[in-house]
């Protein structure tokens, strides 16, 4: 088992960064892709940014590319996502969530890959 717990949500303005930061415990050892999704009310979960085992590779959805960085740091157990120019249409709970793989450069971004999630940080971009 692996537990995921995200931190850094907030009420921001828009126009203003975040960072988002998810540390995983228990059953680190294995291999996993990290990846972002978020949920906004009324709609599904979507998909926002993931990342390699190795961290070298990383995908993000159109809605984020330019705006979001995805990063790891193997050492902590930790990924995180670095917002900028947040936008109203950015307000959502962010999931945190792990894939196991045994490919070290392989991302995902469908969210059945993916193995284990967090419960999530809100994140408010308003005025």
């Known amino acids: 088992q692996v537990q995921l717990v995200e931190s850094g949500g907030g009420l921001v303005q828009p126009g203003d960064s975040l960072k988002l930061s998810c540390v995983a415990s228990g059953r680190t050892s294995s291999s996993y892709a990290m990846g972002w999704f978020r949920q906004a009310p009324g709609k599904g979960r979507e998909f926002v940014a993931s990342i390699s085992v190795n961290g070298d590779n990383t995908r993000y959805a159109d809605s984020g590319a330019g705006r979001f960085t995805i990063s790891r740091d193997n050492d902590k157990n930790a990924v995180y996502l670095q917002m900028s120019s947040l936008k109203p249409e950015d307000t959502a709970v962010y999931y945190c969530?792990?894939?196991?793989?045994?490919?070290?450069?392989?991302?995902?971004?469908?969210?059945?890959?993916?193995?284990?999630w967090g419960q999530g940080t809100q994140v408010t971009v308003s005025s």
């Open positions: 969530a792990a894939a196991a793989s045994i490919y070290p450069d392989q991302v995902y971004r469908v969210n059945t890959r993916f193995n284990y």
